[in-house]
C-alpha cells in the first residue's frame, strides 16, 4: 500500500525551512528519501532504519517514528538547490515484496 | 564510477507495435527494479531482480509486460501491443541488496521516455 505524502506542495524563499511527512498504514522496516529535479532521475537523500540507524547525506535531517510507521524529512535554510520533488519509499514488513513502494510525492520550489 | 544506464532515453512507437527496454546496471548490484512515472506522478513498482532468485513480478500491469535478466547484469523491459496508457517514463534502478533493500540506497537510471502514438 502506497504512503501517503503531505503537504503535496510548498513553496519556499530562500532561507525558510520546511517539514515533508510520510505516513504508513504498515510497520516498516526502513524509509528512504529521494529527490527528484524536472527531468532528471530521483537521487537517494537518506535511509532510516527501523532501530533508529540513518544512512544519508550529512545536510539533510529525518526522523523515524516505528511505532506511528510516520517519517518526516527536515529542510532547514533551504537553497535554490533544494528545489524538485521529494519522494518517500517504504519497505514494509508484512509483504514479501522486496521493492520499495513509494508515495506520490512533494513538489517543493524555494524562491529567490 | 559508471551508473545505471538505460536505453533508448526515449522511445516513439505505434499503438500495438512491441518495444524493449535496456538497462545497465551499475557492476556488482545483485538487486534491479523497474519503476514506471507517468507525467506528474510518483513512482509505480513493476519488478524487482535480486541475484538467481525468482523475480517478483507482483507490479507488473498486465500480461503484456514482461522482464528479464541475465545473471547481475543487464535486464530488459519488454511491452508488447503497446497501448496509448503504457506513456510514461521507465526507471530502472539497481542496488547493493542482499537479503533486503532495507539499508542500501536505489541508484536510477534517467530513464526511457516511452510515447504510444
Known amino acids: 500500500q502506497q504512503p501517503v505524502q503531505s503537504p503535496q506542495a510548498v513553496i519556499l524563499r530562500e532561507g525558510e525551512d520546511a517539514v515533508i511527512n510520510c505516513s504508513s498504514s504498515k510497520a516498516l522496516y526502513s524509509v528512504h528519501w529521494y529527490r527528484q529535479k524536472h527531468g532528471e532521475a530521483p537521487v537517494f537523500l537518506m535511509i532510516l532504519l527501523k532501530g533508529g540507524e540513518q544512512k544519508g547525506h550529512e545536510k539533510i535531517s529525518a526522523s523515524f517514528n516505528e511505532k506511528k510507521q510516520q517519517s518526516s524529512l527536515y529542510l532547514t535554510a533551504s537553497q535554490l538547490s533544494y528545489s524538485g520533488t521529494y519522494f518517500c519509499g517504504t519497505d514494509p514488513m508484512d509483504t514479501g515484496r522486496r521493492a520499495l513502494t513509494f508515495g506520490s510525492g512533494t513538489r517543493l520550489q524555494v524562491q529567490p | 564510477g559508471a551508473g545505471v544506464s538505460q536505453s533508448p532515453s526515449n522511445k516513439v512507437t505505434e499503438k500495438g507495435k512491441d518495444v524493449e527496454l535496456r538497462c545497465d546496471p551499475i557492476?556488482?548490484?545483485?538487486?534491479l527494479y523497474w519503476y514506471r512515472q507517468r507525467l506528474g506522478q510518483g513512482l509505480e513498482f513493476l519488478i524487482y531482480?535480486?541475484?538467481?532468485?525468482?523475480?517478483?513480478k507482483s507490479g507488473l500491469p498486465s500480461d503484456r509486460f514482461s522482464a528479464e535478466r541475465t545473471g547481475e547484469s543487464v535486464s530488459t523491459l519488454t511491452i508488447q501491443r503497446t497501448q496509448q496508457e503504457d506513456s510514461a517514463v521507465y526507471l530502472c534502478?539497481?542496488?547493493?541488496?542482499?537479503?533486503?533493500?532495507?539499508?542500501?540506497?536505489?541508484?536510477f537510471g534517467n530513464g526511457t521516455r516511452l510515447t504510444v502514438t
Open positions: 557492476s556488482g548490484h545483485t538487486a
Open positions: 531482480f535480486q541475484g538467481n532468485s525468482a523475480p517478483d
Open positions: 534502478a539497481s542496488s547493493l541488496a542482499g537479503q533486503g533493500i532495507y539499508n542500501s540506497p536505489l541508484h
